[in-house]
């Protein structure tokens, strides 16, 4: 019987998009609130991109923009993701999220 190799490290990413009516200091604040979910959870932040503020392909929730956010992760935990889903999904000034399982990357790619 051949023995199956699994991954106990997986990466993440997870691009997430807040309402445009927020101010700068709750956008920070819900970042921390992400931030401390994450590592909390067992996940370990990588990079933090800020793309800014951009425009909807179609209205959501009658926002035409959003500010968009995407963080690299790394964890041991399977269920990161759903969890995050969840977190995401209950946080009202959340409009959108994706969190995707991306092959591994080295650590010298992040270095750059």
Not at 74 to 99: A, G, M, Q, T
Request: net charge positive; glycine share 4%; no cysteine.
């Amino acid at each position: 019987m051949a023995r199956r190799y699994y991954e106990t490290v997986r990466h993440y990413e997870s691009v997430v998009v807040f309402k445009p009516t927020l101010s700068e200091e709750e956008v920070q604040r819900r970042l921390q609130e992400v931030r401390e979910f994450i590592t909390k959870k067992g996940g370990q932040i990588l990079e933090e991109q800020d793309w800014g503020l951009k425009q909807l392909a179609y209205p959501i929730n009658r926002f035409q923009h959003g500010r968009y956010y995407l963080f690299l992760i790394r964890s041991e935990n399977p269920e990161l993701p759903n969890e995050l889903d969840f977190f995401y999904k209950i946080n009202d000034d959340v409009i959108r999220w994706l969190n995707i399982k991306v092959k591994r990357q080295t650590e010298k790619a992040h270095a750059q």
